[in-house]
């Protein structure tokens, strides 16, 4: 069972759907121990940082993921769902990230229009499950005005330039985190869930 | 690099499509998602549903339209048309739209942009803006209610101040040149885009390649907005692109 968190913000729908597109068992849930007894978790959303950590705050969700991450789980964050996993943002000053990738998020430069909306590329750094039969420089769909910087630069796969170049696919042991919207980047999109699956089945999915 | 979007318009009445019916190749034409579908791989960037319908019904077939098309369509769409509350807004983005576009209801009562970017993010409020050229205000004036009643707004001040309650883009439609064919306003564009400092795109006008490419090159707006020039099968989305690209614009094909 793959478990999409539900902490209140965010797209779950097309999440779900681009899952199921592969027959995987979904259940969009934000009960601590469903999240504990899944096989693999997303944690979405859109939105602001501070809104976000006050709404896993509220529905107590902060010490399942943690957990469920201490125990491998393998865990996809999207978009503020990556941003989320850092320890603080520049977007809500004063308030704690999950923690659970070292470093922080900031915003993007001035200069360009914000939010940085649209196809970019993905230009790969390194190898990794999760970018799978991905092609290099392929578009994903970014929607975001905040970018995530892991004080460790090993865990930077991929990078995108808006203005600068950022991180926009991360990976840590068994978490792994892009910024765009796979579920959002049409066929090529629907490959980071299909690589997600089997990183928490370790088997082919049908499709 | 960040690319240019070509976003076809679908517009929508009773469930169904009104609006370039004309496609031979699809089983029913009239059917929107499967038109969606179409132009997904066709290689649209974003599709946008207008829903025109004006029936009590409307809820009903607006959330059907958007479960449809978000287990079918994995691009992002916008719904707009008639979007007037918070709780339609909610509802219709749970069921998988990424973004609503307010028009009139944004001019009615401007705090809908605030309270609804402050809920579900500015990333998913578009504020569609209708504007026509006026001398007497020496620039553009908003209209309202499907581009029939006039305003006190002057389009680019409207614009900054969307901006400022937290619209993430803004859909720009030029009264004057939608419906001719003849190119989009590119002089009410470029005023709106040095204006904000939000993605902006373009509507109304386009007839030919050349008109496209001006308006992202010459108006610089982030994306072009297409309706009868696809449904009229005058050109594919491929053919669109594909000129774009060799024209230097940044595409993603």
């Excluded at chain 1, 899952?19 to 849930?29: K, P, R, T």
């Excluded at chain 1, 990556?82 to 999950?98: A, H, W």
């Excluded at chain 2, 179409?38 to 059907?64: N, W």
Aim: proline share 4%; aromatic share 8%; glycine share 10%.
């Amino acid at each position: 069972m793959i478990t999409i968190i539900d902490y209140g913000a965010g797209n779950l729908f097309s999440v779900k759907k681009a899952l199921e597109y592969f027959n995987a068992d979904v259940q969009i849930s934000d009960n601590g121990k469903s999240i504990l007894e899944s096989n693999g978790i997303i944690l979405p959303g859109v939105g602001a940082f501070g809104a976000g950590m006050k709404l896993l705050e509220k529905k107590n969700l902060k010490d399942s993921i943690a957990e469920a991450v201490r125990r491998k789980v393998p865990l996809l964050g999207v978009c503020l769902g990556l941003q989320l996993l850092f320890e603080e943002s520049e977007e809500s000053p004063g308030m704690n990230g999950l923690g659970i990738i070292k470093g922080r998020v900031k915003r993007l430069p001035n200069g360009l229009p914000l939010p940085h909306i649209g196809w970019n590329e993905v230009h790969i750094v390194k190898e990794t499950p999760i970018l799978k039969d991905i092609r290099q420089n392929n578009f994903f769909y970014f929607v975001h005005s905040y970018y995530a910087e892991p004080y460790q630069e090993d865990s930077i796969y991929g990078i995108t330039d808006y203005g600068i170049e950022f991180p926009s696919v991360i990976s840590q042991d068994r978490i792994f985190a892009v910024q765009f919207h796979p579920e959002k980047s049409g066929s090529e999109g629907l490959k980071i869930y299909k690589n997600f699956l089997e990183i928490v089945y370790g088997y082919n999915t049908s499709h | 690099m960040l690319t240019k979007r070509i976003i076809p318009c679908l517009d929508v009445k009773d469930g169904r499509v009104v609006k370039g019916t004309h496609f031979i190749e699809l089983r029913d034409a009239g059917d929107p998602v499967e038109l969606a579908e179409y132009y997904d791989k066709e290689g649209a960037d974003e599709l946008v549903f207008l829903d025109i319908t004006a029936s009590i019904e409307k809820r009903k077939t607006i959330v059907e339209l958007v479960m449809k098309t978000a287990s079918r369509v994995f691009i992002p769409f916008t719904v707009g048309g008639g979007i007037g509350s918070v709780e339609e807004i909610r509802e219709i983005l749970r069921y998988g739209a990424d973004k609503v576009s307010i028009n009139t209801q944004a001019v009615m009562n401007p705090s809908l942009i605030e309270e609804s970017a402050e809920i579900f993010g500015s990333q998913c409020i578009v504020v569609a803006i209708d504007a026509k050229r006026d001398p007497s205000i020496d620039g553009w004036r908003v209209y309202i209610n499907g581009g029939t009643t006039p305003t006190e707004l002057e389009a680019v001040s409207w614009a900054k101040e969307v901006e400022r309650l937290g619209a993430g883009e803004i859909l720009l439609t030029s009264i004057d040149t939608d419906g001719t064919q003849e190119g989009y306003d590119i002089e009410l564009t470029r005023a709106v885009v040095e204006a904000v400092n939000i993605p902006v795109i373009a509507s109304g006008g386009a007839g030919s390649l050349e008109h496209i490419r001006d308006v992202l090159k010459d108006g610089k707006a982030s994306a072009a907005l297409i309706a009868s020039l696809l449904h009229y099968k005058k050109y594919t989305i491929r053919e669109i692109k594909e000129y774009l690209k060799k024209e230097g614009i940044p595409i993603r094909l």
